[in-house]
């Protein structure tokens, strides 16, 4: 069974950091691209950041980059988004999501997100 | 690409069908256009992507439809599950992936 598992969410003060986690089970971890995407309370989504499989591709949305930083470790398998210069805008449920699947070797093949952890939550607030 | 669904809230009947409308500001590259579900309290989940191919486990009564810039999630015959926010995504391009606002299906 796949599985998306977040932690590292909690209250932390503007202009503070937190470390996001996502362990990974189930599936060949190394050979999809992992998203965090994440919900403001009563609102929608927003994707926030993407890594490839071997971390040479990596994306943010406009309004994370210079704070935010995506990695992996496939050795652990899990995905880590460090969050710094927090801010109240920043307060939302954060989503793992698992993206490109490159598992068929010499091509990868996009389904958008198929499988996403019950999400980690991160309140900005003095 | 900016994603615009319609209507914000659809209020219907179960066994009614269901038409949500996802417009994109400009062409969706090889149709990466999605539909997800999100019920209360829950994650999103994976109904549609590629425009019109079903997720694994996903009921026949969801379909979509669609290219270019308009897409379409028909639900026939609703079911109590069934009533929820849906989101519109579309995924690829630059590999980085937008979502519209959300439609709510709720009961009438």
């Known amino acids: 069974e796949v599985q998306l598992v977040e932690s590292g969410g909690g209250l932390v003060k503007p202009g503070g950091s937190l470390r996001l986690s996502c362990t990974a089970s189930g599936f060949a971890f190394s050979s999809y691209s992992i998203n965090w995407v994440r919900q403001a309370p009563g609102k929608g989504l927003e994707w926030v950041s993407s890594i490839s499989t071997i971390s040479n591709y990596i994306y943010y949305v406009d309004s994370v980059k210079g704070r935010f930083t995506i990695s992996r470790d496939n050795a652990r398998n899990s995905v880590y988004l460090q969050m710094d210069s927090l801010g109240a805008e920043d307060t939302a449920v954060y989503y793992c999501?698992?993206?490109?699947?490159?598992?068929?070797?010499?091509?990868?093949?996009?389904?958008?997100?198929?499988?996403w952890g019950q999400g980690t939550l991160v309140t900005v607030s003095s | 690409i900016v994603l615009t669904q319609s209507p914000g809230t659809l209020s219907l009947s179960p066994g009614e069908r269901a038409t949500l409308s996802c417009r994109a500001s400009?062409?969706?590259?090889?149709?990466?256009l999605a539909w997800y579900q999100q019920k209360p309290g829950q994650a999103p989940r994976l109904l549609i992507y590629g425009a019109s191919s079903r997720a694994t486990g996903i009921p026949d009564r969801f379909s979509g439809s669609g290219s270019g810039t308009d897409f379409t999630l028909t639900i026939n015959r609703l079911e109590p599950e069934d009533f929820a926010v849906y989101y519109c995504?579309?995924?690829?391009?630059?590999?980085?992936?937008?979502f519209g606002q959300g439609t709510k299906v709720e009961i009438k």
């Open positions: 400009q062409s969706v590259s090889s149709n990466y």
């Open positions: 999501v698992r993206g490109r699947d490159c598992s068929a070797g010499s091509s990868c093949s996009e389904r958008g997100g198929d499988h």
């Open positions: 995504q579309q995924y690829g391009t630059s590999r980085t992936w937008t």
